[in-house]
């Protein structure tokens, strides 16, 4: 059992890992949060959410095996036709998955009723807007200043 449970530590270990090292690990879980802050303003099935769900998922655990790709390929300290073409590939595989994810993102969130929502949220509540202005200066500070 003991076993078990030290999985989950270094599992964990990784994903920190990645958040602290890796800028396009952080610059996905920045748009995964904005996207579920907004989420419950659209008009979605539980279907469409688990999509939503999955497709981040997806991206970020593709992110954090590209970053797990380039350190093992990095570790021979030597360049390798094979070994750049291993850390293209892997980079390609999270550029698809983000680019699926913004495919199905704009068939799924598409809805103009709901940008009016958030549109009038703001105007309700104005101090929502200096939130999400800090939120939005705190994502630029996480990516690019870690």
């Given at each position: 059992m003991?076993?078990?449970?030290?999985?989950?530590?270094c599992a964990f270990r990784g994903l920190i890992a990645c958040a602290k090292e890796e800028r396009n690990f952080r610059f996905?879980?920045?748009v995964a949060f904005h996207l579920f802050v907004y989420l419950p303003?659209?008009?979605?099935?539980?279907g469409e959410?688990?999509?939503?769900?999955?497709?981040?998922?997806?991206?970020?655990s593709?992110?954090?095996?590209?970053?797990?790709?380039?350190?093992?390929?990095?570790?021979t300290g030597e360049y390798?036709?094979?070994a750049g073409a291993a850390k293209d590939m892997a980079a390609g595989a999270v550029l698809?998955?983000?680019a699926v994810s913004v495919i199905a993102?704009?068939?799924l969130l598409w809805q103009p009723k709901a940008f009016a929502a958030i549109g009038r949220f703001f105007l309700r509540e104005p101090w929502a807007i200096a939130v999400q202005l800090l939120a939005g200066a705190a994502s630029v500070r996480l990516i690019f200043f870690p």
């Open positions: 003991k076993k078990f449970f030290k999985g989950f530590v996905h879980l920045a303003f659209f008009e979605l099935t539980k959410t688990c999509v939503i769900v999955m497709l981040c998922g997806a991206v970020l593709l992110e954090a095996v590209n970053s797990a790709i380039e350190r093992a390929v990095d570790c390798s036709p094979r698809i998955a983000a993102g704009v068939a």
